[in-house]
């Protein structure tokens, strides 16, 4: 495994750490796949109980993906795999809660990991957003729905549409993130709540999630449509002229000029 990726087993709980604090622990090939085969080495290990997944550092949990390898050219899922979805994680159901051990500043895709797990720890410093729009993309990786699912609908859709910044303090008044600790303080949290977890019949707790998402089969019935629009709406608006403009103008360090084509 890349050491793009640690992965730890602490008794029960395995802990996942985005190891690339260089690139604010954004997501590449290599990421993807170490957190991808970690969550299947968490689904098959009857020891393990839950999953914590944080970011090296203090400065952020995850900066999205690695702009710098798409503008290689490189791919940052696997072939094969891609129904992992970002970081290999976002669309990876999983019978073992995950807790985000959210450690700095999540935006953008780092928004939409603590979004795909169960409970989420933040340190007080730390912000929530999906500022894709402000670039010419669109959060692709379940943001766009899981947003106004998770807050109020009003609540979300001004996130979604303006792409600010939320405070962690304010994520914890509308019921975002679970709890804030101070700085340092993310991953000793999300232990502490993992192993509360860890201590229960280890079926019964899975057997819980699995009802409250509605999973059968490993899927979660009630994003399947979703996932399905997602996908068909993203191709689309990667190919607009916006959707270029986006990032050359963040690179250029200039205003974008939208041109809705």
Same mark, same amino acid.
């Given at each position: 495994m890349s050491d793009k990726v640690l992965v730890e087993q602490r008794g029960h709980v395995l802990v996942v750490t985005i190891n690339r604090p260089e690139a604010r622990n954004a997501v590449d090939l290599d990421v993807c796949v170490g957190v991808g085969d970690a969550v299947e080495r968490a689904e098959a290990d009857p020891e393990i109980r839950a999953l914590v997944l944080t970011g090296a550092g203090e400065q952020a949990f995850c900066a999205g993906a690695d702009l710098k390898a798409i503008a290689r050219g490189e791919a940052i899922l696997p072939p094969g795999k891609e129904h992992w979805s970002f970081a290999g994680f976002v669309n990876h159901f999983t019978r073992?809660?995950?807790?985000?051990?959210?450690?700095?500043?999540?935006l953008g895709g780092g928004t939409e990991l603590a979004l795909a797990c169960d409970l989420v720890v933040a340190v007080e410093t730390a912000n929530f957003g999906l500022p894709e729009v402000k670039r010419g993309l669109v959060a692709a990786a379940g943001g766009a729905f899981r947003i106004t699912r998770q807050l109020p609908t009003r609540v979300g859709l001004e996130?979604?549409?303006? /792409?600010?910044?939320?405070?962690? @303090?304010?994520?914890?008044r509308w019921g975002l993130i679970n709890t804030i600790v101070p700085p340092g303080e993310a991953l000793s949290a999300a232990l502490e709540l993992a192993e509360a977890i860890a201590a229960n019949a280890p079926l019964a707790v899975q057997a819980s999630k699995r009802i409250a998402y509605g999973v059968a089969d490993g899927d979660r019935a009630d994003e399947e449509a979703l996932w399905t629009l997602n996908n068909a709406i993203i191709p689309e608006i990667m190919r607009s002229e916006d959707a270029i @403009? /986006?990032?050359?103008?963040?690179? @250029?360090k200039r205003a974008p000029v939208w041109k809705a084509r």
């Open positions: 073992k809660p995950t807790i985000a051990a959210v450690n700095g500043n999540a996130l979604l549409l303006t /792409g600010r910044p939320m405070p962690a @303090e304010e994520a914890l @403009e /986006g990032p050359t103008a963040f690179a @250029e």
